[in-house]
T-cell receptor, first 114, second 117 residues
Framework: KNQVEQSPQSLIILEGKNCTLQ??????????LRWYKQDTGRGPVSLTI?????NTKSNGRYTATLDADTKQSSLHITASQLSDSASYIC?????????????FGSGTRLQVQP | EAQVTQNPRYLITVTGKKLTVTCSQN?????MSWYRQDPGLGLRQIYY???????DKGDVPEGYKVSRKEKRNFPLILESPSPNQTSLYFC????????????????FGPGTRLTVL
């Protein structure tokens, strides 16, 4: 069964600090991995997309890494800001069609405090 | 502006009273999907549609219906809502789920918060 597990479930950091969120997956055959940011009560918005051959992808202060061998990804946030407070969702796509193509993690809730 | 819209954004109703949540996208996307999001469970797929008149069940379809008569619209219908359907609902669309998926990002609507009393 395809699964995506994220850790930690929640995280509190001080403004200006860095943090790293983890995503482990068992989706097969792997196609790509996305990180989404979801503000409270709003729809998820894509941050990065990575395929099998990509190890690192950056989007401003967000840097995602992918290790396809160990089936792990991380999202690193540099110099956090209050606006980074949100849930971060890891979504893995399988090379498949239909509903089983996407597997969602349950998210990491990040709170950045002043 | 490319977007996915949902209406209503908030809805409080009573058990058994039929309701419809509308979803529309202006990006000519083939693939549309409905999700519900509950605390600690993440996003779970209710129904999806690969194209007009092509719909299929997701992981949690019980108590829901959908239709896809036009490419841009994908309404979610609750024939007889129950309290366990109280949730935050998201509609999403992507260009296609069949073609190479790298650029097939899903665009999410703003969400509909439904409360069934």
């Amino acid at each position: 069964k395809n699964q995506v597990e994220q850790s930690p479930q929640s995280l509190i950091i001080l403004e200006g600090k860095n943090c790293t969120l983890q995503c482990n997956y068992t989706v097969s055959p792997f196609s790509n991995l996305r990180w989404y940011k979801q503000d409270t009560g709003r729809g998820p918005v894509s941050l990065t997309i990575m395929t099998f051959s990509e190890n690192t992808k950056s989007n401003g202060r967000y840097t995602a890494t992918l290790d396809a061998d160990t089936k792990q990804s991380s999202l690193h946030i540099t110099a956090s800001q209050l606006s980074d407070s949100a849930s971060y969702i890891c979504v893995v796509s399988a090379r498949d069609t239909g509903r089983r193509a996407l597997t969602f993690g349950s998210g990491t809730r990040l709170q950045v405090q002043p | 502006e490319a977007q996915v819209t949902q209406n209503p954004r908030y809805l409080i109703t009573v058990t058994g009273k039929k309701l419809t949540v509308t979803c529309s996208q202006n990006m000519n996307h083939e693939y549309m999907s409905w999700y519900r999001q509950d605390p600690g469970l993440g996003l779970r797929q209710i129904y999806y549609s690969m194209n007009v008149e092509v719909t299929d069940k997701g992981d949690v379809p019980e108590g829901y219906k959908v239709s896809r008569k036009e490419k841009r619209n994908f309404p979610l219908i609750l024939e007889s809502p129950s309290p366990n359907q109280t949730s935050l609902y998201f509609c999403a669309s992507s260009l296609s789920l069949v073609s190479p998926t790298y650029y097939n990002e899903q665009f999410f609507g703003p969400g509909t918060r439904l409360t069934v009393l």
